[in-house]
């Protein structure tokens, strides 16, 4: 199999665009795609300084790596989960990543906001899963972080992410996050942008352009992804493309286009009364959390 641009030996094919890649056309090749997404979207505009909340996984250190290639001055933001040894050794690989190559690294850490509880504890004491604890309090410091440093908030989702949220979205018709999924969210009150540059490509292309960058990614997923309801749709989606290749592209680049038909009204935000953050209560819920963890750790409340 033969690199269709340069006719050196391929290492991948990639059938919904009916092309065989050398490695290093594929890493132009994942340039341009991310390239294109940030000019059609709008994701970037001159000037903004992009802020990458990396989990350690291969998807947000590439997208950090690309950002860097394609001249963006780009920070990294990583959010210890406190959720157990997995924590460690992202965080150490984000570490890695930042140190070699000179880049600012960020670290926050949710037990230093809780009372020394982490995600696991937390979920016991909310009775709630972790996962949409987690998802709350990633939210939540992810964009403090980039509210206060005047950054856009870029994450690494790719577009196997996008189609298998779309897809849950779709299938119970849930028009208002229909109408909030976008590649780039705008700035509001309280609220830093959002954007998405890898929504074009799929995660077998990033898994190939990490490794072929030489990106020392952690491959263990988080112990609490297990039987996720995404993982089962990402896998249906997988069954769809081998079928019908080019699927997922079409289903959300469709969607984007009819995206303005789901509206919802927005919900009335308005100031945190202990931490300013937009809420649409008094207090908001990672404001009300900690409140909760208070005095559960040996802490006066
Ligand atoms: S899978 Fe892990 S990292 Fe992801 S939301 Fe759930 S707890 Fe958080
Ligand atoms: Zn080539
Ligand atoms: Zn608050």
Known sequence: ??????????????????????????????????????????????????LV??????????VWDLLGELGF?????????????????????????????GLELRVERVADHFS???????????????????????????????????RVLVTGHNLDDEVATLFG????????????QAPRLPAAPGL??????????????????????????ILEECPFSRGATSLFYKDLWNQLEERSPGAKLRFYQNFLRVRHLFREEEPRLQPCQSCGFPTTTELCNFCRLRDRAKGKKGNPP
């Not at 665009?17 to 059609?40: P, S, Y």
Request: overall charge positive; hydrophobic content about 35%; some cysteine.
């Open 1 to 50: 199999m033969r690199c269709r641009m340069c006719g050196q030996r391929a290492v991948i094919r990639l059938r919904s665009h009916n092309i065989a890649l050398c490695e290093g056309c594929l890493q132009e090749f994942i340039r341009r795609r991310v390239k294109k997404a940030i000019k059609d979207y709008r994701l970037l505009q001159p000037g903004e300084r992009p």
């Open 53 to 62: 909340a990396v989990s350690g996984g291969k998807d947000s250190l590439s």
């Open 73 to 101: 001055e780009a920070g990294g933001l990583y959010i210890h989960l406190g959720i157990g040894d997995y924590s460690d050794r992202s965080e150490e690989a984000a570490r890695r990543f930042a140190e070699a190559r």
């Open 116 to 150: 020394g509880l982490g995600i696991p504890e937390l979920a016991r004491l909310d009775r709630r899963p972790p996962c949409s604890i987690c998802g709350m309090v990633k939210r939540y410091l992810m964009n403090k972080a980039a509210y206060e440093g005047g």
């Open 169 to 180: 979205n779709v299938l119970d018709w849930k028009e208002g996050y229909l109408s909030r």
């Open 192 to 217: 830093a942008p959002r954007t998405k540059p890898l929504v074009l490509c799929t995660e077998r292309e990033m898994a190939a352009y990490a490794i072929s960058r030489g990106i020392d990614y």
